[in-house]
């Protein structure tokens, strides 16, 4: 058996609350029950003041760090941030990590069964919101016994959803960490989605939402949706420097089969997506992420969006992200002063776009741990529990 | 709090106010005036090793280049402007005045005074670029590019129909020698002004 390194939190084993208690939509509908599959890590304190959420973005799921078992090539997708030592330390603080709704890792999502009908969900799952993610986190805090978080954190749409806790909850929430994130999708960002959610829907093998009752999975929308996605999680340096305009083979082939070394990467991101996400739950979570904008019933202004928000914030972008560029954290961190706000952002230099928010990269640590090591001091975690 | 123009301007900041610290390094001014005064605010900041020194003791930082302005505030939004030691390293140092004057109604300003008799010695007699405590670069790496005097930011005060509230020189070990209080732009190595509107 391969041994784990030390800064790891080790194996870890998912857990799952049922919630009979029906959860009123923003679309309209009710989840009669449901399940929330997660994980947690560390030791919640005796005060209980210790814990920290942590939301995923698109593609995540509950599984943010450590190991499934010995044998699991890749940790959870944010272990390079928690852990013993690490930012979000696990000697210090109890980290709770879910799956949301509507997702396809175990919380109740379109490959559930449906219990009225006794078929699978599939597209008829109802729609979900951020706000919709962030009340059923709630009632899991509620279950755990957590009354406030010491911090909820989250990059790029977790980020969105660590904002919706702030204002939904602001007496729940002592601190904000809101990573790669934005107040709300630019055209282009929709524009993206709309290509993604085309590709999927347009799959022969979809069946408007019933491939699996039709033994199918559209496998080749759901490969190019994740092949468009994957153009905007990098940067154009890091696209470069990792592939250029290397070939697979000496000479061109003139075909259309794989050449370039990037048509090669791309098809290979695809293909493991499309063989381990739901379509569904793909285009729901899309979905979410264009409704998003909390500044809209306020007439488009964030700063009094924000008036609810009482805990300080830590806003991180990344300078090669253009999918979430620095200028969109700028308009959160702007609007957030012009409310008053207690807030410090910073810009963290990096190659890797959008998907820097997921690495280990020695200044974004920096600035992390000093964030997540002021909030221990201030909650007294000094000594670990 | 060590440094001669951080502790008068400890004093000068009102209770409770909510300021700007503009290039607030470590935010070692910040955290005092919250701690002892109640004040509020932000610092502004690019260098990456003091906004993560004022992450880590919960001062609110952005990271953000003065020489692109303050466009992001509006207009009185806060009740001072406070910049220690960075006036001299702007591209444009009249327009932010006019811009820290914009966003609040008083600013407090210090800057190495060209004119202090070491500087001169170094330059009028030795006949090099000066170099000291205030000025501790070399001539071609110094980030020091809009170096002034007393006299010079009080013509730049008149030109521009500002009310100077407050003078007063930071000279390190020296403050408030009489020979500095005197002749400021000859003995005061920190010039440390109080401005506001006119």
Known sequence: MPELPRDSVGVVTPQTAHFDDPLDLACGRTLQAYDLVYETYGTLNAERSNAVLICHALSGHHHAAGYHDADERKPGWWDAHIGPGKSIDTDRFFVVSLNNLGGCHGSTGPISRNPESGRQWGPDFPMMTVGDWVHSQARLADRLGIERFAAVIGGSLGGMQVLQWALAYPERIANAGVIAATPKLSAQNIAFNEVARQAIRSDPDFHDGWYAEHGKVPRRGLKLARMVGHITYLSEDAMGHKFGRDLRSDDFNFGYDVEFQVESYLRYQGDTFSNSFDANTYLLMTKALDYFDPAAVHGGDLARALAPAECPFLVVSFTTDWRFPPSRSRELVDALMRAGKAVSYANIDSTHGHDAFLMPEPRYQAVFAAFMSRIARDLGLEDRP | ?198
């Not at chain 2, 008068?8 to 470590?26: F, M, R, S, T, V």
């Not at chain 2, 001014?29 to 003791?57: F, H, M, Q, W």
């Open chain 2, 1 to 198: 709090m060590k440094r001669a123009d951080l502790t008068l301007i400890h004093d000068w900041i009102p209770e409770g106010a909510h300021i700007l610290d503009l290039a607030c390094g470590d935010g070692t001014l910040l955290a005092a005036l919250a701690r002892d005064k109640n004040v509020s605010g932000y610092g502004l900041e690019i260098d990456p090793d003091g906004i993560t020194a004022c992450i880590a003791r919960g001062v609110n930082v952005i990271e953000q280049n003065l020489d692109e302005g303050l466009a992001n505030f509006d207009d009185d939004a806060c009740d001072l402007v406070v910049m220690t030691q960075a006036l001299q390293a702007l591209r444009r140092p009249d327009r932010m005045l006019d811009e820290m004057l914009r966003v609040a109604g008083e600013a407090i300003i210090t800057f190495p005074n060209f004119a202090y008799w070491r500087h001169r010695v170094h330059l009028g007699i030795r006949g090099y670029m000066p170099v000291s405590k205030s000025l501790p670069h070399a001539w071609y790496d110094t980030p020091n590019i809009h170096l002034s005097t007393f006299n010079d930011f009080e013509q730049l005060c008149r030109d521009k129909g500002l009310i100077i509230v407050d003078r007063e020189v930071g000279i390190g070990d020296h403050e408030g020698h009489w020979t500095s209080r005197l002749w400021p732009n000859l003995f005061g190595e920190i010039a440390i002004f109080r401005v506001s509107r006119g």
